[in-house]
């Protein structure tokens, strides 16, 4: 639990994360951190909730888009910034090109809900199309890069993002005070990476935990046999999870994760359920996965202690549920 | 505007506030401010929630309820208290009463949903029924009070739960900084008048402005007249405004508001889910009523402003949603 912040594999440390908390300051939110006394009893420890939810485009990656958009070079900021993404990362990318006034595309599968297309395109990204498959993808990124010289910002891959996205890290352990164990769920592994490297060096002797869906357990995989397992479309709720871990999340997991749980699909939503109910927040079915770890009682050694969740996103459509409630109530009222 | 703080018929201002927050400090959440760019940008205003819907039971209530709790005398506290709601009040009475080891009994018509009986039995309250009228609710808590003894803590009429109910108020102007409007619903009153005294007394230049179910109007009325409307079991999705304000709330908001806005129900639906989707939280529609006030472009002079809004409480039932949505999205995944 010592390790230097840095080594040739991981060249970034506590160091460079409190750089982007630096440079995130009055365009992030600074999110609350919330307690339920209800929560507590069920895990049987106090439990800290980083709100991400309430984050800008209503996910934590606005900190990463955010976080390496500040660090383009004027050359990279004239060209613009290209990224393949059908969550959260794109409107992150987008909103925070904006912000800076930098050209931003986004490729994404044909295939994803217009909603997402247009949430992206509200922002002023260009969306470009491509097949739903990894080749199509990355040949769509590689062409676009060639034609418009555009710098990549990978959703996870990338130590900027992975910086950015400690910072909420950082927040949770400067709110909450001391803390026993963090966790997080894992898709990529941007945000576990950050959440370690942040967390390793606010508090070296906090234990760190991750969360997968065992549908998509392809980090814990990864990490039992040494070397990356990818995922192949792995049917989970937790769609923000679907994606494989990423070279350099896999190299800060490998240092600093304790372990990681892997939860069913029906915890998921129960945890989810248990979260807008308890707590009046909504957040995505993703952002269950670490509460449903430690609901499932799975987290060895978590009894009595303090802990920090990030809680990821918030973004759900919401409208069958609306269509459904609104008929109920004005039916019932009028 | 620079109305004594105190008179015959208003025995409480300020400080009175002050020493309900001390009494709270560390019992009642000191609930999050948020902000929402898209709602800035839809009101034209930089407007700030004080969420109350992350208060403990979910809702402000548990202020007021806390603060006469704890200003019981000893015999008071042996004897017990007894309240009359299907509602937060009474969720809110029966936790501030365990909290204090006090007994708690809470008056109800038998046609409250089962679930709000449940939840104030489940933190220890006693629960008896009545029939759904004023008269045999207010026979029965006089029957209750003849035979045990039990203190009355109404759920709005009362000085001890107004001034509980203005801590949140107090703490919205502590963390937003100078305000130029606050807002909040108006239903029996308890915490539109907390509201006026706590902003009255700690930022006097505030404006002061309630809202109302247009279909449960009786305050703007009551004020219009001079004296109070009752309302007549109004057909409203606000079901926490249904109620007809009390003679205390009348006695403040007469002399301290500077106008009630009414909205029409589809209106009050269209600002809370707004706030559910753009916000990640959950409201219950009687809080959503001063947020579709501002959204409906009937408050004058607000443009440019910075607005308070307290965001009341988030207790919905939201099982058939979940239903809803759990069978699409396992459906969907698995």
């Known amino acids: 639990m010592s390790a230097p912040a840095h080594s040739p594999e991981i060249p970034i440390g506590i160091d460079q994360i409190r750089d982007a908390a630096d ?55 004239r060209s613009g910034v290209v990224t393949h993404s ?72 990338d130590w900027r993002v992975i910086a950015g996205a400690g910072t909420a890290a950082l927040e949770l352990i400067e709110e909450s005070g001391p803390l026993d164990v963090v966790t997080a769920p894992i ?67 490998s240092r600093h994760l304790e372990r990681i749980v892997a939860v069913e699909e029906p915890e998921i939503l129960e945890a989810m359920r248990f979260i807008w109910e308890r707590l009046n927040i909504i957040i995505e079915p993703s952002c269950a996965v670490p509460v449903a770890a430690l609901l499932s009682g799975r987290v060895p050694g978590i009894a009595g202690t303090r802990i920090g969740v990030i809680l990821t996103g918030g973004n759900v459509d919401l409208d069958p549920m609306f269509q459904h409630l609104a008929g109920r109530w004005l039916g019932h009222a009028l």
Do not use: W
């Open 86 to 157: 059908s969550g959260n990362h794109a409107q992150a990318l987008a909103l925070a090109a904006k912000l800076a006034g930098v050209p931003a595309c986004v490729v994404m599968p044909h295939s994803a809900p217009a909603i997402k297309r247009q949430a992206t395109e509200g922002h002023g990204a260009r969306v470009v199309s491509c097949e739903p498959t990894v080749e199509s993808r990355e040949a769509t990124v590689a062409r676009l890069i060639d034609e418009h010289g555009y710098a990549l910002v990978h959703p996870y891959d």
């Open 23 to 77: 440079r995130l300051e009055g365009l992030a939110h600074r999110t609350p951190v919330l307690t339920c006394s209800a929560l507590d009893r069920r895990v049987g420890a106090s439990v800290f909730l980083k709100c991400e939810n309430f984050q800008r485009i209503g996910a934590f990656k606005f900190r990463g888009a955010m976080n390496a958009i500040l660090q383009l070079s004027d050359d990279e900021r």
């Open 187 to 253: 898709g990529g592994g941007g945000l576990m990476a950050g959440t370690c490297l942040a967390t390793a060096g606010a508090s070296p002797e906090t234990r760190l935990i991750g969360a997968e869906p065992s549908r998509a357990d392809d980090a814990r995989r990864s990490l039992e046999l040494g070397r990356i397992q990818p995922s192949d479309n792995p049917r989970t709720v937790a769609d923000g999870l679907r994606t494989s871990l990423g070279t350099r999340p896999f190299a800060v997991l």
